[in-house]
């Protein structure tokens, strides 16, 4: 016998799971994000305790200082679950392939001047090894922060960066060759102007508060970084070279864009909770940020030359502004 | 130029190594122990992490190009299926209640696993094995993601999937899949990847996977088909993983050996003791049978798993001792399991029943040697008693064991007529234990398994009831607090599946179908 099944209409018993319905209220359809997000976490009746980690609990919300009432209180604007997120990721990988292509086809790279390339070469290499330290600090917090609203973009960012680190890496076989990539790494472990950077790295690898790392990491290193290497020094690549550096880095400079919107919303949420929580932050972000313009100062002296104090001071003032916005006072 | 050229090609190899083990380096402004703090106490000996071979190679644009688009298509399938009420077209209601089991049994662990991935994936010292790693913490958050999104619509129309959550860190038998992955990740970083990523991705995982995808397929579900089928792809990367590790570990040090050997017998023992759940599921759950339990056992571990142990044999790794109990067990566990639940049917938050006449048939004839000498008969007066209105439900609380906290419902392996019981003494304490190995793992790290939380225990010591309750009141009733805190809804999650809501709900929409056709 045929059984037409999308003919039956039927009231369905309950529009989602009870932890939904509690936070959004009885019968409201929730989204897919709300679903794979909200309480997915363990939080109570943990079996053992970590032989690495006796201190704590599996998972445990005083491995941080900051205090929430309600860890799901964190949203992602950008409302990623993994496939909401991978979909994201795959189309901008799909725009970044095609640059890619096309600047191998038309072989866009052999005539890029000597002094562009040097300098492309020589400051954006080493930052491979920033990319695998901020991959390493997100991985860091997914694993050990708490709840699943902050933990999850956690574990998306780490991949980020290591996507990003593979992105330079690209483009310096594309501009050099694999000895390039290892007199970058030569830089970043043995020249001068890489070792206040790779210190801030370093230090952060060892931090133990998940959300200082995540002020350190996520608001401050990226904050200062990407708006001088994907704006600052694209441009000045750009006014020697022309835009084919724009195109390889588009990946980064996007993602930029898109990320600190989630930062700002995750710093503004826990600021707001509390005036302790709002001092803790902004300590945390005052001590890492002149940390990180210390670290950065010789690149961008380097880089940028005569124009450096100009850019270190619009860069802090670019800072400032945003950490202001998402309710730290500095 | 030509000597440029030339050094411009990488082979793959090289090429996937500068995108990953490349970006590594030694650190000297922090000391490696400190940025590594927990990859030496377990006493595994690493000397050289170069020659760790990458189990599989795939840069992050190639992982969101194939992830994405393997996304698109699962959740076009969930969609289609949703939308044409494909919930209706499964064998029988009863088939929906192993999806429950899945849901608060399972999908948690798929969770830890993400969060354990993401763990180990930074705190392994060597490069190449945090990548792979960490890409598996991202396909486990995708799986407990895609499994809750295939049923949520079940949620939708069916009791006992509504606090999936809530009800894994509480209900007495999903302290069994909690405790176990509670035990994986709170070991260190090695044992965990010899947990997770060894005994249970590569030598058990088709004993879950297998009978559950083909279950679906069997009994009509192209939804939970359609996530199992994607998640296996994910699943090809992670066996080889985890291969990879035992294989670096047994390379690196011979001092290794028996410390894997250690890891691989317990978790071979844990693992087995869990899927006894998979099992009964197999058995008594699925109204359209792919292959028992039994046969299970006997094609993806006798069979697979005798040829992986005789390929680890040039290591020195032996096949763990507890398969010769397994292996006896094989044809008894399932029907002990079922016959328990059965029994607790009014504390479980999935329905229970005895299986149909055809059904008993088809468990005589898989079971040639044990169902109808020890099993059948017990059910059969079971489902007749139940028939004349007596439905019996044990309100007694089980006790259980201190390792795998199942309740003692095992026989020794040379009587089946025999409870087996073992115990140890510890600070002046009695512990029981199911089985000599769950008794072995314990004397082995008594501090650790003393920690755990055990639901009957907790029952006891008042603190599985809601807050605002008083036990002292007159006319208390300690069952039905107990099934509150579980938020298990008494006559809707719980007790037979015969004049269940569920049953009900199922054939008023099925008849509806049916008269539009
Ligand atoms: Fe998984
Ligand atoms: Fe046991």
């Known amino acids: 016998m045929h059984i037409d099944l999308r003919t039956v209409s039927i009231k369905p018993l309950r529009q989602t799971f009870d932890n939904v319905a509690a936070r959004l209220g009885t019968n409201k359809p929730a989204s897919r994000y709300q679903e794979g997000t909200l309480d997915l976490q363990a939080d109570v009746n943990f079996h053992y305790r970590p032989l690495w980690d006796s201190a704590h609990e599996i998972f445990d919300a005083s491995r941080t200082a900051i205090k929430m009432r309600d860890w799901y209180s964190f949203k992602d604007p950008r409302q990623f679950y993994y496939g909401t997120y991978t979909l994201a990721r795959a189309r901008m990988q799909e725009k970044v392939e095609g640059d890619f292509e096309l600047v191998e086809e038309r072989g866009l790279l052999e005539n890029y001047p000597a002094a562009a390339k040097k300098l492309a070469l020589e400051v954006m290499l080493p930052l491979r090894h920033v990319e695998w330290g901020a991959n390493m600090n997100n991985a860091s917090i997914c694993a050990y922060g708490y709840g699943t609203a902050i933990t999850q973009p956690c574990i998306f960012q780490a991949m980020d960066h290591l996507g990003m680190a593979q992105y330079l890496t690209r483009i310096g076989l594309l501009l050099a060759d694999e000895t390039e990539l290892e007199a970058a790494k030569t830089a970043w472990l043995q020249d001068a102007k890489w070792q206040e950077l790779r210190r801030y790295v370093e230090d952060t690898l060892v931090v133990k508060d998940w959300f200082e790392l995540f002020i350190a990491q996520n608001l401050v290193l990226d904050g200062l970084l990407y708006p001088f290497i994907y704006e600052q020094l694209d441009q000045v690549l750009a006014a020697q070279a022309g835009p084919v550096m724009s195109m390889l880095t588009r990946f980064q400079s996007e993602w930029f864009t898109e990320t600190r919107k989630w930062v700002d919303a995750s710093v503004k949420t826990a600021a707001s909770e509390s005036p302790e929580n709002q001092a803790i932050l902004s300590q945390w972000t005052l001590s890492y940020r002149d940390r990180a313009l210390t670290a950065l100062t010789p690149l961008v002296n380097y880089a940028l030359g005569e124009n450096a104090p100009a850019v270190l001071d619009a860069l802090l003032e670019e800072f400032n502004m945003r950490a202001t916005k998402a309710g730290l006072k500095l | ?517």
Not at chain 2, 21 to 47: A, C, N, S
Not at chain 2, 436 to 448: L, R, V, Y
């Open chain 2, 1 to 517: 130029m030509d000597m440029k050229v030339a050094a411009k090609k990488l082979g793959l190899k090289e090429r996937y190594a500068a995108m990953t083990r490349g970006l590594d380096w030694e650190t000297t402004y922090q000391p490696m122990d400190t940025v590594y703090p927990y990859d030496k106490f377990e006493g595994i000996k690493i000397h050289d992490w170069d020659k760790w071979e990458d189990p599989f190679r795939l840069t992050m644009d190639a992982y969101w190009k194939y992830q994405a688009e393997k996304e698109r298509k699962l959740y076009a399938i969930l969609d289609a299926f949703n939308q044409n009420n494909g919930h209706l077209g499964v064998t029988d209601a009863r088939y929906i209640n192993a999806l429950k089991l899945f849901l608060t049994a399972v999908t948690p662990l798929e969770y830890m696993a993400h969060r354990g991935f993401a763990h180990v994936g930074r705190q392994l010292r060597g490069a190449g094995a945090r990548v792979a790693c960490q890409m598996q913490a991202l396909d486990e958050l995708r799986h407990a993601q895609t499994q809750i999104h295939s049923l949520s619509n079940y949620n939708k129309h069916y009791n006992g999937f509504h606090d999936w959550r809530h009800m894994h860190d509480r209900i007495w038998y999903l302290s069994v899949p909690k405790s176990f992955f509670d035990d994986a990740v709170t070991a260190g970083p090695f044992e965990y990847m010899v947990a997770i990523g060894f005994s249970f991705e590569y030598v058990l995982t088709n004993l879950l996977f297998v009978p559950f995808i083909s279950g679906a397929a069997y009994n009509g579900d192209m939804g939970a088909m359609a996530f199992g089928f994607s998640a296996q792809s994910d699943e090809a990367r992670h066996m080889t993983l985890g291969l990879e590790m035992i294989k670096f570990m047994l390379e690196q040090d011979p001092a290794n050996l028996p410390i894997v050997q250690g890891w691989i017998d317990k978790w071979t023992w844990r693992g087995v003791r869990m899927l006894t759940i998979v099992g009964m599921m197999m058995d008594y759950m699925l109204p359209k049978r792919v292959m028992s339990w039994k046969e299970a056992w006997e094609i993806y571990f006798e069979e697979s798993g005798g040829a992986l142990f005789k390929d680890l044999a040039r290591y020195g790794i032996t096949i763990p001792k507890c398969v010769a109990q397994a292996t006896i067990e094989k044809e008894h566990i399932t029907h002990q399991a079922w016959t328990t639940f059965y029994q607790y049917g009014a504390a479980a938050a999935f329905n229970t029943w005895i299986p149909e006449k055809e059904e008993l048939d088809w468990l005589s004839e898989k079971y040639p040697n044990t169902f109808d000498k020890y099993y059948r008969p017990r059910l059969e007066y079971l489902g007749e008693q139940a028939k004349q209105g007596k439905r019996f439900y044990s309100t007694t609380l089980p006790m259980l064991c201190q390792c795998c906290q199942i309740p003692m419902f095992f026989t020794e392996p040379d009587d089946p007529t025999k409870i087996c019981y073992r115990e140890s003494d510890h600070n002046g304490e009695k512990y029981h234990f199911c089985s000599d190995h769950c008794k072995e793992i314990f004397d082995h790290e008594p501090e650790k398994y003393v920690q755990a939380w055990m639901p009957v225990h907790q029952i006891y010591q008042g603190n599985c009831f809601k807050p605002d309750v008083d036990p002292t009141a007159e006319g208390f009733d300690p069952l039905a607090a107990v099934l509150d805190w579980y938020n298990i809804q008494f006559g809707r999650d719980n007790l037979d599946f015969e004049g269940s809501e569920d049953q009900k709900n199922f054939d008023t929409w099925r008849q509806t179908a049916k008269s539009n056709g």
